[in-house]
């Protein structure tokens, strides 16, 4: 399933890789695509939508 969020506070590649590794924590096999500049993640992903978006919160980036 395709999940989209629009996630606050990335400023660098140093936050995409953050938001990435949070988000294969929960899913291993998640395909994410980041466009930093729209604040836009993209996850592709079998995983709970809720489990998805609490772990990018709990790496400290809001998600709107
Ligand atoms: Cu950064």
């Known amino acids: 399933m395709q999940h989209v969020f629009e996630v606050q506070g990335m400023t660098c590649g140093h936050c ?6 949070a988000l294969q924590r929960i899913d291993p096999e998640a395909a994410v695509r980041i466009d930093r500049a729209q604040d836009r ?24």
């Not at 995409?16 to 590794?21: L, M």
């Not at 993640?41 to 709107?64: D, F, I, K, N």
Request: proline residues 0%; charged residues 25%; without cysteine.
């Open 16 to 21: 995409e890789k953050a938001v990435t590794q």
């Open 41 to 64: 993640v993209e996850v592709e992903s079998t995983a709970e939508r809720s489990a998805l978006q609490a772990a990018v919160q709990e790496e400290g980036y809001s998600v709107a």
